[in-house]
Structures are given as C-alpha cells and as structure tokens.
DNA sequence: TGATTGGTTAGCCATAAAGCTAACTATACA
DNA sequence: TGTATAGTTAGCTTTATGGCTAACCAATCA
C-alpha cells in the first residue's frame, strides 16, 4: 500500500545517480531553467525530466514555472540534513575510538601493572 | 561491459535503504557478526546478507570468517569521502549565498543613489 | 496567424533491486 | 559420530529505475 521511504533515503537514492549529483552541483551556483540544466548531457529531455522530477520529490530542487521556462533551484535543507546524518555517525564513530583507546590504554597499563610484579613474563600468554 | 559507477554512486545507494543505514549505524559503535546484525530485522538471512553485500562493496563495510562466523567491521573512509562531497557543496553554495548577498548589497546602494537624485519614485517600476 | 521553442504526457523496454524459499557447506558442540 | 549453528548459493518473483520515442500543449516570435 503506502510508498513508506523516508526523507533521508529520498535524498540518498536522488544522490546515488551521477546526473542527479551533477545537477546539484550545478544547482549550488545558482538557479537555472530545465533546458540549460539539460543541455551538458546526452539525454533525451523526457528522461531528463525524471531526474529533475526525482530531485524535487526528494525534497533537493524546487521550481516553478512562468511562462514556458520552468526554472530549478536548490533548497539546501535537504542536503543539511543528509550531512547531519554523516555528522551524528561520525559522533558515534569517534565516541567508540575514544572508548576503545581508553581500553588500549588501561590494557597497557595492567600489562604494565603485572610486568612491574613478574617481570619475565612479558612476552608470554597463558601465565596462570 | 564495464560496470561504470563510482564509489560515490555506491555509497549514496548502499545509504539509500533503511535497513542498510540501520547496520551502518550499528557498526559505529563496534564491530559484529553477521548473526547479531542480522537479529533486530525481520527478515530472511539470504535477503539480509545482500544489504551486508552491497556495504561491502560500496566500501563502507569490511568483513572477515573465523571459524563459522563472519564479523563485519564499518570502514570509515567511504563514508568520509561521502561526507567530504557534502562539505565542498556546501562551500560551493555558502560562496554563491556571500556574491548572491553582495549583488543585493550594491542594488540596494544603486537604489538609495537613484533615491538621492529623484526622491519621489521609490516605489514605482519602469521609470525609464 | 503560423512556426518555433520549452516543456510535458503517455507508453514502451531492459536491467537492477529487494525480497522470498529450498537446499547446501562447514564449523562447533554433545 | 551425529546434530545443531552460521552462513552461503541458487533460483524465482515483484517492483523500481533509467532510458527511449512519439505525440502533445502552451508561450513566443516573425
């Protein structure tokens, strides 16, 4: 029934195609019309139309039209929100690597500890 | 023949699926085998080793069989390199904002001008 | 008014993605 | 040695994606 996909993974798919990426980057300098969107690729306009089309839904690009000339430009609220995701990873990420230096270090420290105690011990396992 | 797509393109698809982010998200805060990651999803066992088989080859997931288990570890790089992409946009769109807001800056210098020299048409268009 | 331009709709096709079951391999435990 | 566990392989189905052509509006321009 329901199209359940969330915003994050709209925006991770729209990104996932190369034309789709280049179109935002184009879309960072500045706004433009669907025909000099279009014209650096060798597409037929309908297909193009899907890409912008995938954009818009995924919440990257709005337009409007006036006229016939349909102009795109980027609402960078999308993407702010897709570098968050990478920001809290990371967060996580890094709060792990300072847990797990913290348990290098005291690790090292008994080694230490139990060296200072049987110092010829110090290459060998299974001491007990 | 070839199977033209870039790690970015990769990345961007592995993250486009919830069930993919899920796991990244899980091997952030350590590594685990295939069994555990697996638990929380449900979902066959073949269908999830597919999600674990497009991290792998996006890059953002590395994995390893000891004995019968296979432990997964996230690798980091891939997803800073999706990261890295976000940040230089965002430098691309923060320089269009600053030039975007130096234009405004000078029409409204050029304005308060045309003001000085004829004061009673600030309001109206087409004064030529 | 008639032709051009800019975009849109409709519909087709090929391939990829995401799920399933069934059956199999190989380690580990009793 | 036999059984349970942890993955893996193979093969199938359904749906989504990315491309195309052909035909169709609706503004502009001559």
Known sequence: MANQSSRLDQV???LADPTRRAIVMRLCAGEASVGELADPFDMALPSFMKHIHVLETSGLVQSEKSGRVRTCRLSPDALLG????FQQQRAIWE???D???AYVMKLK???EQAAAKRPS???KKKGS
Chains 1, 2 share one sequence.
């Open 121 to 123: 011990r110090t290459t």
């Open 82 to 85: 897709a570098e968050d995701w």
């Open 109 to 111: 420290k008994e080694k």
């Open 95 to 97: 709060a792990r690597l």
């Open 99 to 101: 847990r797990f230096e």
């Open 12 to 14: 991770f798919a729209a």
